[in-house]
C-alpha cells in the first residue's frame, strides 16, 4: 500500500512546507482525534497563485488549480501537527470558500479542485463531507481558500 507522501508523487506533487500565517492564529489544531486547519490560501512558494475573482480576473479552471494548492497546503498544515500522513485515518470535512462574481455559480466545481486530491492522496479516507461557498472577497484577495477536518489514528 502507497503513503499518501506516494500518491502526490505519483501527481509530480510534494508536501510543501506549512504556509506563514498571515494573522494572528496557527496552520493547524489537533483537539481529540480531529485535525482542524486554518483557512489555507493558494500559496506556492510564498506568493499567491492569483488575485481577483472568479468569473472575472480569475477563469474556473485557474480557481480549480487554486483550490488544489489550498488543499496542499492544508495537508501540510496537518502533517506539521501530527508528523506521519497515513494516521490521516479520515478527511472528515472541506469546506472552500470562492471569491466569485455576483453571477458566478460554478463554486463546486472550482470545490473539487481540493475534494479531488484528497480523494486521490488518502484514498476512501479522503471522502468526505463538503461546504462550497461563494464570498465577495478574501485575505489578500485570493480567489479560494480552503479549510479541512480530519480524523487522525492515535
Known amino acids: 500500500m ?4 506516494e500518491r502526490l508523487a505519483e501527481l509530480g506533487l510534494a508536501v510543501p512546507e506549512v504556509a506563514k500565517p498571515v494573522a ?23 506568493e499567491l497563485m492569483v488575485t481577483g475573482k472568479v468569473g472575472g480576473e480569475v477563469s474556473a479552471e485557474e480557481a480549480t488549480l487554486c483550490a488544489q494548492q489550498c488543499a496542499l497546503n492544508a495537508i501540510a498544515a496537518v502533517k506539521s501537527v501530527i508528523g506521519d500522513l497515513g494516521r490521516v485515518a479520515q478527511v472528515v470535512k472541506v469546506v472552500a470558500f470562492i471569491a466569485s462574481t455576483p453571477d458566478f455559480t460554478g463554486q463546486p466545481q ?13 484514498g476512501n479516507a479522503g471522502v468526505h ?4 461557498v ?17 480524523r487522525v489514528a492515535q
Open 2 to 5: 502507497t503513503s499518501p507522501e
Open 24 to 46: 494572528a492564529y496557527v496552520p493547524a489544531v489537533v483537539s481529540g482525534d480531529l485535525v482542524f486547519t486554518s483557512g489555507q490560501l493558494p500559496m506556492r512558494s510564498g
Open 110 to 122: 472550482i470545490a473539487n479542485g481540493a475534494s479531488e486530491l484528497l480523494g486521490t492522496v488518502f
Open 129 to 132: 463531507a463538503r461546504s462550497a
Open 134 to 150: 461563494g464570498v465577495p472577497v478574501l485575505p489578500l484577495d485570493a480567489p479560494v481558500e480552503v479549510e479541512i477536518v480530519v
